[in-house]
């Protein structure tokens, strides 16, 4: 569950305390500025709460007295996967994008002769009439555009990525020559 969003906010005196202010919210704004004043009268006036007393704010505190605590920049907590990973992963999205390009190929090219068919100046058949009404034969014309296209822009990276596994998989040898025994 991922966590809720909060702003963070201190002022010049808590900054010095190292204390700080967090609020529910997503962006700084007066409510969040009213929320954060709130939560600071609020541990001013608990006896059990000693990082702060009514004398914490000898001038008074205001809604721009508050700073906005920038939170840190994230970081990536995953090491970086070696490149033959992400060269594999490549190779495995390809076979998933060719095998749905030739299934939508199979189903595509059987509307061939009724494509033909409008631009030729002949009238169609009722067969002819019936396919390019029927709601599938769009939908199966855009599924296949649709896998093409995305088989075509995906290439280049496939190639980069077989330039990188090929080495690790050479033709000819055997598992033996890198000492794995069935």
Same mark, same amino acid.
């Given at each position: 569950m991922p966590n809720k969003a909060t702003v963070k906010?201190?002022?010049?005196d808590l900054k010095e305390l190292g204390l700080?202010?967090?609020v529910s919210g997503r962006t700084d704004n007066d %409510?969040?500025?009213k929320k954060a004043l709130e939560e600071i009268q609020r541990r001013m006036d608990d006896p059990e709460d000693a990082s702060l007393n009514e004398n914490s704010f000898a001038d008074g505190l205001t809604l721009d007295d508050l700073i906005v605590v920038e939170p840190p920049p994230e970081e990536k907590s995953e090491v970086e996967e070696p490149e033959i990973i992400g060269a594999v992963k490549a190779i495995a999205n390809l076979a998933s994008l060719r095998v749905t390009l030739e299934e939508?190929? %199979?189903q595509a090219i059987d509307l061939r002769p009724v494509i033909e068919a409008l631009f030729a100046p002949e009238p169609l058949t009722p067969?002819?009439?019936e396919k390019a009404t029927d709601k599938n034969f769009a939908k199966?014309?855009?599924k296949f555009a649709e896998a093409k296209a995305a088989r075509d822009k995906f290439l280049p990276t496939a190639e980069e990525a077989w330039e990188i596994l090929a080495p690790a998989l050479p033709k000819g040898?055997?598992?033996e020559d890198y000492g794995l025994d069935e």
């Amino acid at each position: 569950m991922p966590n809720k969003a909060t702003v963070k906010y201190t002022t010049k005196d808590l900054k010095e305390l190292g204390l700080f202010v967090e609020v529910s919210g997503r962006t700084d704004n007066d %409510k969040n500025r009213k929320k954060a004043l709130e939560e600071i009268q609020r541990r001013m006036d608990d006896p059990e709460d000693a990082s702060l007393n009514e004398n914490s704010f000898a001038d008074g505190l205001t809604l721009d007295d508050l700073i906005v605590v920038e939170p840190p920049p994230e970081e990536k907590s995953e090491v970086e996967e070696p490149e033959i990973i992400g060269a594999v992963k490549a190779i495995a999205n390809l076979a998933s994008l060719r095998v749905t390009l030739e299934e939508a190929y %199979k189903q595509a090219i059987d509307l061939r002769p009724v494509i033909e068919a409008l631009f030729a100046p002949e009238p169609l058949t009722p067969e002819q009439i019936e396919k390019a009404t029927d709601k599938n034969f769009a939908k199966t014309l855009m599924k296949f555009a649709e896998a093409k296209a995305a088989r075509d822009k995906f290439l280049p990276t496939a190639e980069e990525a077989w330039e990188i596994l090929a080495p690790a998989l050479p033709k000819g040898e055997t598992k033996e020559d890198y000492g794995l025994d069935e």
